[in-house]
């Protein structure tokens, strides 16, 4: 996960916000693939196991966890599509 300079531009959104586990993984799963290799992914999330949960996705999908950002409303992810 990286704190250097700005965030890359993501080519799509995925909104998770009111999903609830196993849900916002599921959908960022298959969001993905919807991504060309190489662009990012962002997920917006509210369920509290999505850091957890989306972290340990990306790393045994073989995806780049970019950035895990906590807010007040919920959690951004930035994940950059790898295969």
Known sequence: MSDKGEDPHPAKTLACIGLYCPEPVFRTREEISSVPIGDV??????????ESDITSWAKHAGQELLVVEKRKDGFRFLIKRRR
């Open 41 to 50: 992914l962002e997920v917006l999330a509210d369920d509290p196991a999505s």
